[in-house]
């Protein structure tokens, strides 16, 4: 009877919490505005709406109860939604409709110590990141347990850092792939015997001829500080089918997120920095320092777009194949579409996207509009190497959103590579890319002088032809004056 009451509580609890967030959407409009950042200052301008909140979900059925401080979500390719629920030590799994398929926790096999990452392989087999228990679990569909990965008797592996894996994935040829905590060697692969393959990408802590003169000025107290620094880590990661890792880093201030081939190198064109470092009055109202971003996700879709997941401002940050910013949106607060400690983000088939809140124990889920499906349909066709069918698409958009900065910049794109460079420099100077104004110009000019260099030097050896002609003419006159 006290279950019953204390199920009952629950449901009344997330039918007021629904209510409560369905009345903060009204409350708080300012911040639900989506945006972009003007490519050379920064600024933010405000876009048609690209993904929209199809609502939140905090209860999860009877048999289920409330998550405690879950830290994972993922999807796999039928779009069934595993949640990590690290606080419970437990993994559930739901499909679409949020039918619970599946719950393995404490009574059973599986003995789970606050573990904190999850993969789902192409059978439905769970990769577990195990943390407390120092080992990776590789578990059946139905969560019974099968093998332990645990810290491999290699003298490569660094021993300062014992085995606590963090997040787990598997690469195309099976491979583990681990990012360890609080470990700066980058990411540890494993094969399927246990014996360890080595690490890829390492971060380091910069240090700069800068820094090394503020070092030079700072008192002891100063120096010890310093020296506390901790150095960049990789927070999260995805493996795509041709085996690059995409991650995302934080405790840096630039290329938060990288795409590594496998072999270490950084293959993403954009390097610079990603985010806002400028702050928001809503993250000190949530008992957040304004601080810089610090990425702790990332999804792909289908068409290898990327969302990157801010924890510090709560924004979800959507960028294409060459790091461009399509759109902004997200955010902080106690709504639906906003968070308090977002720390997971993935993407179905349909392109909608959920967002675990480990505060509040939630899943966010996010529509695509009408609006950025026509985006992602011109990048489809750009990157399909359609180039004249893009610019259809592009120029529906700038129907709908005239300022929408991107529109104008995939156009540029686009006539450049169909070589009609006076048209890619109209779309450069109204997106205000003085970058892509200049190639655009430098290619008009070339051209310029490819088409009429034969004419050019036509009209000067006509014109040097004439010149010699008059000077011999006019010494012929000459002489003929002086006799």
Request: proline letters at 4%; a negative charge.
């Amino acid at each position: 009877m006290a279950m019953g009451k204390t199920v009952s509580s629950l449901a009344a609890m997330a039918i007021v919490f629904s209510c409560l967030l369905a009345a903060g959407g009204q409350v708080s409009a300012y911040e639900d505005y989506n945006y972009i950042l003007d490519p050379a200052t920064g600024r933010r301008i405000p876009m048609a709406t690209a993904y929209q909140s199809a609502g939140v979900r905090i209860y999860f059925g009877e048999a289920t109860g409330p998550l405690s401080n879950p830290r994972h979500l993922f999807i796999d390719g039928q779009d069934n939604l595993y949640i990590l629920d690290t606080g419970n030590n437990r993994i559930l799994k739901f499909d679409r409709n949020w039918n619970l398929l599946m719950s393995a926790g404490p009574d059973t096999d599986l003995g789970l110590d606050a573990p904190q990452g999850l993969y789902v392989d192409e059978d439905g087999h769970l990769f577990i990141a195990d943390t407390e228990n120092g080992r990776i679990v590789h578990a059946s569909p139905e969560g019974a347990f099968i093998e332990a990965f645990v810290e491999p008797q290699d003298s490569r592996w660094s021993r300062d850092y014992p085995f606590r894996p963090v997040k787990v994935y598997l690469d195309p040829i099976g491979q583990i792939v681990m990012i360890n905590m609080e470990d700066y060697h980058g990411f540890a692969i494993l094969d399927a015997f246990n014996k360890f393959k080595g690490y890829i990408a390492p971060t380091r802590l910069p240090y700069s001829f800068v820094d090394r003169i503020r070092e030079f000025f700072m008192t002891p107290e100063q120096k010890e500080r310093f020296g506390l620094r901790l150095p960049p880590i990789h927070s999260n990661m995805v493996i795509d089918a041709k085996g690059s890792i995409h991650t995302t880093t934080i405790r840096t201030t630039a290329q938060q997120y990288k795409q590594f081939s496998n072999i270490g190198v950084n293959l993403y064109p954009y390097q610079g920095a990603f985010g806002e470092s400028a702050g928001d009055y809503t993250l000190v109202r949530y008992g957040k320092d304004v601080v810089d971003p610090q990425f702790v996700d990332l999804a792909l879709d289908r068409e290898g777009i990327v969302y990157l997941l801010d924890n510090t401002s709560g924004r979800i940050y959507q960028h294409d194949q060459d790091g461009m910013l399509l759109s902004v949106f997200g955010g902080t607060g106690r709504y639906a579409g906003r968070f308090i400690d977002a720390v997971s983000i993935d993407a179905d088939s349909r392109g909608n996207l959920y967002v675990l809140d480990a505060n509040s124990g939630s899943v966010h889920m996010f529509q695509p509009t009408a609006f950025i499906r026509k985006v992602k349909e011109a990048l489809r066709l750009y990157y399909n190497g359609e180039y004249e069918a893009s610019v259809g698409p592009w120029r529906e958009i700038l129907d709908i959103d005239s300022g929408y900065v991107v529109a104008h910049l995939g156009m540029g794109k686009a006539y450049m590579k169909q070589r009609e460079w006076r048209s890619a420099m109209d779309e450069y100077r109204a997106a205000g890319d003085r970058t892509g104004y200049s190639l655009a110009f430098t290619e008009l000019r070339k051209d310029l002088f490819r088409r009429y260099f034969g004419l050019v030097i036509l009209a000067a050896g006509l014109a040097l032809f004439g010149l010699v002609r008059l000077l011999i003419a006019l010494r012929k006159k000459q002489a003929a004056l002086s006799i």
